[in-house]
């Protein structure tokens, strides 16, 4: 019969429970036992990228400006075309400072 006991990699001490954390760091990855007091940091750092995670899922996420107005109509070019043709255009304006003779 074979008894497996997770200790500390710190320590070392049989008489402490030890959790097993998996650290990632780019493409690396590597496993480590810890008891309660040497993995204080790794729980704080767990903690923390929980809460920001909490807080961004519950941040309102406002439209972008281009959601907020009209929608956007999406044509060719020759709809496009075709369309200015049969649109009257509105008359020309005078040029400022031109008088009727």
Do not use: N
Request: aromatic share 4%; charged share 35%.
């Amino acid at each position: 019969m074979r008894i497996y006991l997770d200790v500390c990699d710190v320590c070392h001490d049989p008489g402490r429970l030890a959790k097993i954390y998996t650290v990632s760091v780019d493409d690396r990855s590597g496993e480590t036992c810890r008891c309660e007091e040497h993995g204080s940091e790794l729980e704080f750092i767990i903690s923390q990228a929980e809460s920001e995670s909490k807080e961004e899922e519950s941040a309102p996420v406002r439209p972008t400006r281009a959601a907020r107005g009209r929608p956007l109509k999406v044509t060719t070019i020759e709809a496009f075309e075709a369309e200015k043709k049969t649109t009257k255009s509105p008359p020309a304006r005078k040029a400022r400072g031109s008088r009727a003779r």
